[in-house]
């Protein structure tokens, strides 16, 4: 009996010990080929990162700094910097770098150039990338869409600081002055309660990071309980201007200030003014602003400059014919940034306040006259320009009733029917 399990112990004990022996090697052979497969997808994978992985680093264009010397600051020899700018020239003027845009430098993980990106604007950038033992240069659309967003505030302070306190950008504080600046000086005109609301067409680019604004399609601006209202429509000429919901321009043919920034009035127009350096009483025709020299001065309407220098008294003076038969004089400024006979357009800068000539301190010195006669420019009335023609009265109303029934209701209160309709004639912007 004990003969017969040796039998049959041995033989099934050599079974076992060898199946367990071919599934080691069966194991070891199979791990061998996983570390190999990882080995080798490693080893691609590798390969992928050094071949497709770019790493970016930003920059921001300087003022006055030749690009290819840029590229050298930021690690570039100057053969290869050479290269990217004869690559990029017949596709953008590279003369044309704006200092505080940004530039993107891509490499490899091993350093190796991949690709330099140069925002040009909002919508396009340069892209510059190798090719065989050159490189290519396109310039590429960014990616984005726009939609039509209320936004409202209410202003405590400053214009500036009630749209960044509704959560938007400084810009868009700007373009809302520049529709009202015919009716109303952002820096003395404002009062505490005072409301905004507009419709602006916001632009969202693809990454989620960057916002621009399009155009504003409709604005009102409450100052102390009057209501300023304007809607977008195309002019006469078809380029898009603004008017009340009654049909008149915004635009007038003058703005109504001469200084882009605040600056009180430290004298007066007067037939009969004391001088403060000649010790006598003569008359003053014009406005002084008290404004810190190198302040920029705008022309208040489009015109052609018939005077630019230095005249006595005056000090560096720039005077300006207008079509409809004004002249304005801009004087004691520090700088003159227009030339005589040249051609200017309304909110163009055309000179920085200064002290130059007769003048106590620094201030602009501005006149108005009217064929000859000297006026009370803070008593002028504003002669507006042309309103909505009759043919097209039909498509204006309709662009007006659908931005209107767009704008948000003012700052604290619930929408109704009432807040969006246009309002009756003599409640509208002047």
Not at 293 to 303: A, C, E, K, L, S
Request: proline residues 7%.
């Amino acid at each position: 009996m004990a003969n017969l399990r040796k039998l049959i112990f041995w033989p099934s004990f050599a079974v076992v010990a060898a199946a367990c022996v071919g599934a080691s090697f069966y194991l070891r052979s199979k791990a061998e080929q996983q570390i190999v497969a990882e080995v080798s997808t490693a080893r691609g994978e590798a390969q992928r990162i050094q071949r497709e992985v770019v790493l970016f680093t930003k920059s921001i264009i300087p003022s006055g700094r030749p690009f290819a010397v840029f590229l050298n600051g930021l690690g570039i020899d100057s053969p290869t910097a050479a290269r990217l700018v004869a690559s990029a020239q017949p596709v953008f003027d590279l003369r044309h770098l704006r200092a505080g845009n940004e530039l993107s430098l891509g490499r490899s993980v091993l350093g190796e150039l991949r690709e330099v990106r140069y925002n040009i604007d909002t919508d396009r950038v340069l892209s510059i990338s190798p090719s065989g033992d050159e490189f290519h240069s396109t310039i590429e659309t960014i990616p984005s869409h726009a939609d039509e967003v209320g936004v409202s505030g209410k202003v405590e302070g400053s214009l500036f600081q009630a749209v960044t306190d509704a959560g938007e950008k400084p810009e868009l504080a700007m373009r809302l002055a520049e529709i009202f600046g015919w009716d109303l000086d952002f820096y003395t005109d404002p009062r505490p309660g005072d409301t905004f609301r507009l419709v602006v067409e916001k632009k969202t680019f693809a990454n989620g990071d960057t916002i621009a604004y399009g155009r504003i399609l409709a604005a009102e601006y409450d100052n102390a309980g009057h209501a300023y209202r304007a809607i977008l429509f195309p002019g006469p000429s078809g380029v898009p201007a603004y008017y009340t919901p009654d049909g008149k321009s915004m635009k007038k043919a003058f703005l109504h200030s001469p200084l882009k920034f605040a600056a009180p009035i430290t004298s007066h127009f007067s037939l009969h003014r004391f001088h403060p350096i000649l010790k006598e009483y003569r008359a003053h025709l014009g406005i002084d602003y008290g404004a810190p020299t190198g302040t920029p001065v705008q022309t208040i309407g489009d015109g052609k400059v018939i005077f630019a220098g230095m005249k006595g008294e005056d000090g560096n003076l720039v005077k300006i014919q207008h079509t409809n038969g004004y002249t304005t004089y801009y004087m004691h400024l520090s700088r003159i940034l227009v030339r005589t006979g040249e051609r200017v357009e309304q909110g163009q800068s055309i000179g920085l306040v200064g002290m130059t000539g007769l003048a106590t301190g620094p201030h602009l010195d501005f006149r108005i006259q009217l064929r000859g006669e000297f006026l009370n420019f803070e008593r002028l009335p504003l002669p507006p320009s042309d309103p909505v023609a009759k043919n097209v009265w039909n498509e204006f109303a309709a662009v007006r009733d659908h931005a209107l029934a767009e704008m948000p209701p003012p700052p604290g209160e619930h929408p109704t029917l009432a807040d969006n309709q246009p309002p009756a004639a003599n409640s509208t912007a002047r």
